[in-house]
């Protein structure tokens, strides 16, 4: 079974984003950090090069395979901010509608940037989700 690629990191998550080429993405980032920081109550861990997360949880698939992963976070790319664990709880299909721009995959939720948002919407869809992940979907 091939090994998770995205691991923790000891890069300071506040280094990373400040050096962010793109203004936008560099303050949507810092503002990011602080938000996930105060909602979860945990500090921010670099997975991999350009993920920002917090907290962990550990998965198990049927076919086996399994891994620790952050429970939620997210990455300033150049096309635009994607967060990660904020679309599977059972929250998110009620507060996706009210957030705002936003376009989602199987597991990731799209921004252009936070000012096409609603921020308490997204603060709850961080709440709302950061709780499944940690205590729904944890396995020990």
Known sequence: ????????TNVSAEEFLTAVEHPRRRADGLELLDMMRQIT??????WGPTIVGF?????KYESGREGDAAA????????????????????ADRLLP???KHKTSAACLYVNKLDDVDRDVLAELIRAGYRHVTTEIHSP
């Open 72 to 91: 939620v976070g997210f990455s300033p790319r150049k096309a635009n901010l994607v967060l990660y664990g904020l679309t599977e709880g059972p929250d």
């Open 98 to 100: 009210d957030l705002g």
């Open 41 to 46: 109550g945990q500090e921010a861990v670099m």
């Open 1 to 8: 079974m091939a090994e998770n690629k995205t691991k923790p």
């Open 55 to 59: 907290g962990t949880y550990h998965y």
